[in-house]
């Protein structure tokens, strides 16, 4: 984030004159950190540590080099999300809703998904005061699709 930060500046004065700007650093946009945090995941390297005389080190497995400041590590692989692992907590996406198609591609894990529809009946709505003093409501019907991970 830090990297990303840029020079954003506002005028002040009268009838917009720029008689005084001030100028500050702001934050990258959400989406670019997304992005770059995304870059960062797909490149991690496992680390470990290295016992040393004076002190420990991060290195890289594999390596003696020491991690590098700008990259992301990890000390141990991440699970797979896909299937339940009740020991660690994780239920798996069997069951799971999904906002679309296109979500449900991603996070289903590739088992697909089924549409269902579901109709509820709305007892209150398009709801109407009278004067003086009582409301009416009309029953609606609602009719929702449902996307869900096999």
């Not at 650093?25 to 995304?38: N, S, Y």
């Not at 016992?51 to 890289?60: N, P």
């Not at 398009?126 to 019907?141: A, E, G, I, L």
Request: proline content about 5%; aromatic content about 8%; charged content about 20%.
């Amino acid at each position: 984030m830090k990297s990303g930060r840029r020079v954003q500046c506002k005028c002040h004065g009268v009838s917009g004159s720029c008689a005084v700007r001030t100028c500050w650093l702001a934050m990258p946009e959400i989406r670019h950190v997304g992005d770059k945090l995304g870059q960062l995941y797909r490149s991690a390297e496992p680390v470990h540590v290295r016992r040393g005389a004076s002190r420990d080190r991060i290195v890289v497995s594999g390596s003696a080099l020491p991690a590098s400041s700008e990259s992301l590590v990890y000390s141990h692989p991440s699970p797979d999300y896909c299937y339940p692992r009740p020991a660690l907590g994780l239920n798996g996406t069997s069951g799971r809703a999904c906002a679309n198609p296109t979500v449900c591609r991603r996070v289903c894990c590739g088992r697909g998904y089924v549409v269902r529809t579901r109709t509820f009946v709305d007892k209150k709505c398009r709801c109407k005061f009278h004067y003086c003093c009582y409301v009416t409501c009309q029953s609606c019907v609602r009719t929702v699709e449902q996307f869900v991970c096999l």
